[in-house]
């Protein structure tokens, strides 16, 4: 099957610091990759699309300028949050697709735990 | 955009019995209908997809149901164990395959010993 990974699972910053997520797709190339985010208690929401080799698509009301995405590679897509604030405490989960052409299926990270204090 | 709505918010089963989510969509160019479990702290798993040339899947205990005409699709889990307490996700999706993926609001399943 096909496997996501992220990485750090677990970051606590002081607020005003920017935290970097990395998310990686370890066996097959995701020319695609989704962001979400999920607070407590809630549903994932879809932050933005990143694309290899050209700009994200952000989501209505997510600031792009706080949410850095960078899809550098076939395999790699970070997620930058800068100036972090307590209100961006949250769980961050990448998703990218995968399978025969039409039928792709999302293949999720393990979750990155945010905490600013 | 696509909107998804699902109910109820949270369900309690008694083990044995089974256990109905309700989802309905609002886009109808979208074809491919998926259901998460998810645990605390963990990511979404694939529990069952169902896509729009077909009105219903079934694999052992979980079966999902689809009315495109109604816009709507239902996940079963007959004869509920402890370990079918979780967080139950419904998305839809157009069928391209990298279309992106709205999810319903979230059932949390309890079921009872």
Redesign the interface.
């Known amino acids: 099957g096909a496997v996501v990974s992220q990485h750090p699972s677990r970051v606590i910053c002081k607020s005003g610091t920017s935290v970097k997520i990395e998310c990686r797709s370890l066996d097959f190339q995701a020319t695609t990759m989704f962001w979400y985010r999920q607070f407590p208690k809630q549903s994932l929401m879809l932050m933005a699309t990143s694309n290899e080799g050209s700009k994200a698509t952000y989501e209505q009301g997510v600031e792009k300028d706080k949410f850095l995405i960078n899809h550098a590679s076939l395999t790699l897509s970070t997620l930058t949050v800068t100036s972090a604030h307590p209100e961006d405490s949250s769980f961050y989960i990448c998703s990218a697709p995968f399978g025969a052409s039409g039928y792709n299926e999302q293949f999720f990270g393990p979750g990155t735990r945010l905490t600013v204090l | 955009g696509e909107n998804v709505e699902q109910h109820p918010s949270t369900l309690s089963v008694q083990e044995g019995d089974s256990a109905v989510i309700k989802c309905t969509y609002s886009d109808s160019a979208s074809n491919y209908f ?1 259901w998460y479990k998810q645990e605390l ?4 798993q ?1 529990i069952i ?1 169902i ?1 729009s040339n077909v009105g219903e899947k079934k694999d052992q205990r979980i079966a999902v149901t689809l009315n495109k005409t109604a816009k709507h699709f239902s996940l079963h889990i007959t004869e509920t164990q402890p370990e079918d307490s979780a967080v139950y ?1 419904c998305a839809a999706r157009g ?4 279309e ?7 059932t949390r399943l309890t079921i009872i010993p």
């Open positions: 998926p702290g963990k990511r979404p694939l997809d896509r996700f069928n391209f395959g990298n992106k993926l709205t999810f319903g609001t979230g």
